[in-house]
């Protein structure tokens, strides 16, 4: 038999079997969004920001691998989702295990040390806190309802929450998701999508969605508002002078937008670290009356936000 060397046309995926669901690599995913945070942190207006970020990353690294094992749906359940296209991990349903709370206390403990006086105050306030007031907060994150809470605390309690949901899909596999009944929230645990990534390699060209608490990425086609599917009067914007890695994907139907990021253009492209250092987009869209659609959880302000 002889070996046959493959060209990058043969190895796309045949119409039909386009892989639905992108899960995230558990050894890798917050490691790499730390690498990708230091490489486009110098000299960049947010560059502090964006190490305390790197760090935060660094952190729910170390906490994904040390997380306990904890209660996860089981096959009969799973199968009951699937055939009724459910989440399983509805970010609002689903009955959470105290045990984020020793990631949260861990990511705590390794930041407190870079963190600002006040990011460290919310830290301590954090550490104080008992578990019914921790599952206060995890409410208002994924609720999106954050009126009155603590401000300063929530992106740490959102980091942790990442870890958990993370640590729940990587340990069931791609396998015990299917598609849900709507297209625009994650097929595992109904979070709105924080950004679309569009892929290179054997997904050469395929747009997925990006869950901004668990880190799933599920296909959506291009050109189509992944907020009301609408797929007239579609827009991409850019700060003027950038590479075009991100966009903005805006829709004059709904009025949104999604930032949409081009591994093409940036093979290292990460959703959460690009989307952090993008934040000028983000004004951009705001001065044109655009509303941003899905959440990062680490920017959360005082006006509530598209509920996960
Ligand atoms: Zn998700
Ligand atoms: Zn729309």
Redesign the pocket.
Known sequence: MSATILQPGQIEAPAGSIPFLRLPERDEIFRERAARLRQLAPGHALQDFLLFMAAIADAQQAALMAFSSVPLPDEIRLALCREHGM?P?S?QGWQRDPAWHNALRKIAAQVKENATPASREALSRLEAMDGAALEKLADAVLSGQYSGADLAALPFIAAALQVY?THM?TTLGAKAFDRIAVAQV??????PPSVSVVHIGSSEGLRYLN??????QWHMVRIKCSNCESTKDIGYDMIEGASGAVKAETCDACASYLKIMYMDKDHQVDPVADDLATLTLDLMMDEQGKLRSGPNLFLITDSDTPTP
Request: glycine share 6%; hydrophobic share 45%.
């Open positions: 989440p991990l970010a949901w899909t994650c097929p595992a645990c109904a979070a869950c901004a608490l668990c880190g799933t």
